[in-house]
């Protein structure tokens, strides 16, 4: 008697419970599904009768390593368990779909991502992503290219061959291609056709070495790669841009490029730019002809600027002086100094004193990363704190604790234009 005593309250508090998830209203089950991964999602459905199928109206579908966890070694058995569950899931599936992810790091770009997009194509999804991460570029369907409602777009280890008749799209903001192959005709066809474009992000491509970007809306531009020439077309509104121009292993660092003056030609086309990142080698595409001392005209809104540089170029610290005197407005300079290449002097940097002769107004954070204590560096260090008078923090981080000692002590010893400037020693 005691013992059922015991259990009759516990089943009451079970039984409201239940009927507490029962009670909720539709809004709040949908929310609630919306923070949990998909096979999670799916578990809901054990609750009571009004969560059965709610997960089958979910608008957004992420299938990764997370939400379809297969464990085999088997990969035959791992492919067929995925495509069975994809298939599943898209067969019940009752409303129109907004946001579709596959990134399952066990699939390969099987045929069956053929009939998934097909499938996708006849609704309204407005967010694909796509990563495949082993085998073979994944060559992309005709049907991908008929998504005219697509707002967001990301791809990984894609080809992309549209058809004839692809005329853009024209809904998309945001594009993401990473580790991907199209030809020259077609990457620019892709840019220039999609006319809401804001962000554009391309990182690892090949087939084609011009970027040439037409895009009169663009907001965020994020490129890294081996590429000839850059060039911008009416993206009068870019106000982020992160540019990294990579160089192959056992490549010849003398590279050449297609511009007499780059520099100016290519913050021409920026008069609004905000951020800019400039990474790797691209410095050198910069560099490239004739260096003016000042740009024709000043970039009035660049208050963030991060420069990878080799000290030891004239080339380099000429281009780089040149963009911080055209930039009045800056508040925040970051340095990455390529040491591995001021370990081998090939043309070595002259005096550059009579350059620096610019304020720094509005300079208020500085971070120089990777110094090894050369002439050079000192001496853009130390122009930079007498320059600066309303400097708040500099911190440096040398390349190696063996030129750590002697760097602080040089650093101490340099005038301050403000008298509230910190300077910070990172360990390397």
């Given at each position: 008697?005691?013992?059922?005593?015991?259990?009759?309250?516990?089943?009451?508090?079970?039984?409201?419970?239940?009927?507490?998830?029962?009670?909720?209203?539709g809004h709040i089950i949908d929310k609630i599904l919306s923070y949990l991964s998909l096979g999670d999602a799916v578990r809901t459905s054990i609750l009571s009768q009004k969560w059965r199928y709610?997960?089958?109206?979910?608008?957004?579908?992420?299938?990764?390593?997370?939400?379809?966890?297969?464990?085999?070694?088997?990969?035959?058995?791992?492919?067929?368990?995925?495509?069975?569950?994809?298939?599943?899931?898209?067969?019940?599936?009752?409303?129109?779909?907004?946001?579709?992810?596959?990134?399952?790091?066990?699939?390969?770009?099987?045929?069956?991502?053929?009939?998934?997009?097909?499938?996708?194509?006849?609704?309204?999804?407005?967010?694909?992503?796509?990563?495949?991460?082993?085998?073979?570029?994944?060559?992309?369907?005709?049907?991908?290219?008929?998504?005219?409602?697509?707002?967001?777009?990301?791809?990984?280890?894609?080809?992309?061959?549209?058809?004839?008749?692809?005329?853009?799209?024209?809904?998309?903001?945001?594009?993401?291609?990473?580790?991907?192959?199209?030809?020259?005709?077609?990457?620019?066809?892709?840019?220039?056709?999609?006319?809401?474009?804001?962000?554009?992000?391309?990182?690892?491509?090949?087939?084609?070495?011009?970027?040439?970007?037409?895009?009169?809306?663009?907001?965020?531009?994020?490129?890294?790669?081996v590429f000839e020439d850059i060039s911008f077309r009416d993206a009068f509104h870019l106000a982020v841009v992160s540019i990294a121009l990579y160089v192959n292993t056992g490549f010849d660092r003398k590279l050449t490029f297609g511009s007499s003056c780059n520099l100016v030609k290519f913050f021409s086309s920026l008069p609004h730019i905000q951020r800019l990142e400039i990474q790797s080698f691209f410095l050198k595409y910069l560099a490239a002809g004739n260096i003016p001392v000042e740009l024709p005209s000043p970039c009035a809104n660049l208050t963030f600027l991060s420069i990878r540089i080799n000290f030891n170029e004239t080339p380099e610290n000429l281009a780089a002086l040149c963009l911080l005197r055209s930039s009045p407005n800056l508040q925040e300079l970051e340095i990455l100094v390529r040491t591995e290449e001021q370990a081998i002097v090939r043309s070595s940097s002259g005096s550059l004193e009579n350059y620096y002769d610019f304020p720094f107004f509005r300079l208020r954070i500085v971070k120089i990363v990777g110094v090894s204590g050369v002439k050079q560096e000192l001496d853009f260090m130390k122009f930079v704190l007498e320059s600066a008078p309303v400097l708040e923090k500099v911190s440096v981080k040398p390349a190696s604790s063996e030129c750590g000692w002697d760097l602080a002590k040089e650093l101490l010893k340099f005038k301050r234009a403000s008298m509230f400037a910190e300077i910070i020693y990172v360990e390397p």
């Open positions: 008697m005691s013992y059922m005593k015991q259990r009759e309250p516990s089943d009451l508090h079970s039984n409201v419970a239940v009927d507490r998830l029962s009670n909720l209203p709610k997960w089958v109206s979910l608008p957004s579908l992420v299938f990764d390593s997370q939400s379809v966890a297969v464990s085999s070694q088997d990969q035959t058995l791992v492919k067929n368990k995925i495509v069975n569950i994809i298939d599943h899931v898209l067969l019940l599936h009752s409303e129109p779909i907004h946001k579709f992810k596959l990134s399952h790091r066990d699939l390969q770009g099987v045929t069956d991502i053929d009939r998934w997009i097909l499938f996708l194509s006849r609704g309204s999804v407005k967010e694909f992503i796509l990563e495949i991460w082993k085998g073979h570029r994944y060559k992309l369907p005709c049907s991908m290219y008929s998504c005219q409602k697509l707002i967001h777009l990301e791809l990984f280890n894609c080809l992309l061959k549209p058809p004839s008749s692809f005329s853009g799209f024209k809904n998309l903001k945001s594009l993401d291609l990473q580790h991907i192959t199209m030809d020259q005709l077609t990457f620019e066809h892709m840019i220039s056709s999609c006319p809401e474009l804001e962000r554009l992000t391309i990182m690892n491509f090949d087939g084609f070495t011009l970027l040439n970007i037409h895009a009169r809306n663009l907001l965020f531009f994020d490129v890294g790669g």
